[in-house]
């Protein structure tokens, strides 16, 4: 039943997501939308509930599963995007450059506040 709940809790988060996406006519996925909704939230909160937790955990079990769909579609329009492979390159690179980077930078700093909580 707890997972159920924290399924709910993401399912209500994406319905508010797409509503505010198509209300004002964002050029944002409903899901993302949601996803930052449901951040500023936890974050006003200072805490996730564990059926929250739990579901999301089993979610990101098959987060490649979740992905596939949209990866899968590209290949269907690839040939709208013929005379635009540099710059889908260049996005792709700098993109994956900038959210390593950002990963790495989070995690150092939480980590080094982790490390100083604990002396």
């Known amino acids: 039943m707890s ?14 997501g797409e ?10 996925s409903g899901g993302v939308i949601g996803m930052i909704l449901l951040t500023f939230l936890l ?5 996730i509930s564990d059926s929250l937790a739990g579901a999301s955990q089993a979610l990101i079990s098959v987060l490649v599963l979740l992905i596939m769909p949209g990866v899968v579609g590209v290949f269907f ?3 709208e995007f013929s005379g635009q492979w540099l710059a889908i390159g260049i996005a792709l690179v700098v993109g994956t450059l900038l959210s390593v980077f950002t990963t790495l930078w989070l995690m150092q700093r939480f980590s080094a506040q982790e490390a100083g909580d604990h002396e």
């Open 19 to 28: 509503a505010l996406r198509v209300l004002l006519a964002l050029p944002v």
């Open 77 to 79: 329009v690839a040939d």
């Open 43 to 47: 974050m006003a909160r200072g805490s």
């Open 3 to 16: 997972m159920l709940r924290g399924f709910l809790v993401l399912t209500v988060f994406f319905i508010a």
